[in-house]
T-cell receptor, first 121, second 109 residues
Framework: DGGITQSPKYLFRKEGQNVTLSCEQN?????MYWYRQDPGQGLRLIYY???????QKGDIAEGYSVSREKKESFPLTVTSAQKNPTAFYLC????????????????????FGPGTRLTVL | KNEVEQSPQNLTAQEGEFITINCSYS?????LHWLQQHPGGGIVSLFM???GKKKHGRLIATINIQEKHSSLHITASHPRDSAVYIC???????????FGTGTRLQVFP
């Protein structure tokens, strides 16, 4: 089945440790995104990638890092510099229309993964 | 003030009732999305609208571009409709997705 997987579903880490959240998609989508969800707030964009080996900061990139070495994979590292890392993290992907306009973001529907709930103790 | 406002924040209903969730936005948009987030956290895209009305099963989404307002209707609600419904708009100027905080719906048998 085609889709997006995130692992693990729940993750606990001690303060000061870096942690990497996995996101894999087999939808052959070019664009991938990482969002953070906190209670009472809308989803906020951390990083996005339009194509392999390229990624851009979103609205709240400080304390996070990403890589996009393969089309199907977009891991997110939460570093010790992130002041408030406890949150629900969602990965998404969408088809991209590179070369068909100046848009930096795909305007197509985004497909979301099941999310990872990170708790830093 | 948030650029995307949803109302109500919480909604309870009896099975079979007609449900309406509202979304108002203050920016120029190229599209509006309605998303459903289940208790486990996964998000599913329900609709993408740029004008008019769309229907899928018991779900109906409408948008009024002039009034900057959209509604999501659920007819003959069922307990399995219990979820958080999220409105998101794509800003025409920045092309970014801006998310509302969601409406939590609980449908009781």
């Amino acid at each position: 089945d085609g889709g997006i997987t995130q692992s693990p579903k729940y993750l606990f880490r001690k303060e000061g440790q870096n942690v990497t959240l996995s996101c894999e998609q087999n939808l052959n989508h070019d664009a991938m995104y990482w969002y953070r969800q906190d209670p009472g707030q809308g989803l906020r964009l951390i990083y996005y990638s339009q194509i392999v080996n390229d990624f851009q900061k979103g609205d709240i990139a400080e304390g996070y890092s990403v890589s996009r070495e393969k089309k199907e994979s977009f891991p997110l590292t939460v570093t010790s510099a992130q002041k408030n890392p406890t949150a629900f993290y969602l990965c998404a992907s969408s088809p991209s229309r590179i070369g068909m306009g100046t848009s930096l973001y795909s305007t197509d529907t985004q497909y979301f993964g099941p999310g990872t709930r990170l708790t830093v103790l | 003030k948030n650029e995307v406002e949803q109302s109500p924040q919480n909604l309870t209903a009896q099975e079979g009732e007609f449900i309406t969730i509202n979304c108002s936005y203050s920016v120029g948009i190229s599209a509006l999305h309605w998303l459903q987030q289940h208790p486990g956290g996964g998000i599913v895209s329900l609709f993408m609208l740029s004008s008019g009305k769309k229907k899928h099963g018991r779900l109906i989404a409408t948008i009024n571009i002039q009034e900057k307002h959209s509604s999501l209707h659920i007819t003959a609600s069922h307990p399995r409709d219990s979820a958080v419904y999220i409105c998101a708009v794509r800003s025409y100027n920045t092309d970014k997705l801006i998310f509302g905080t969601g409406t939590r719906l609980q449908v009781f048998p």
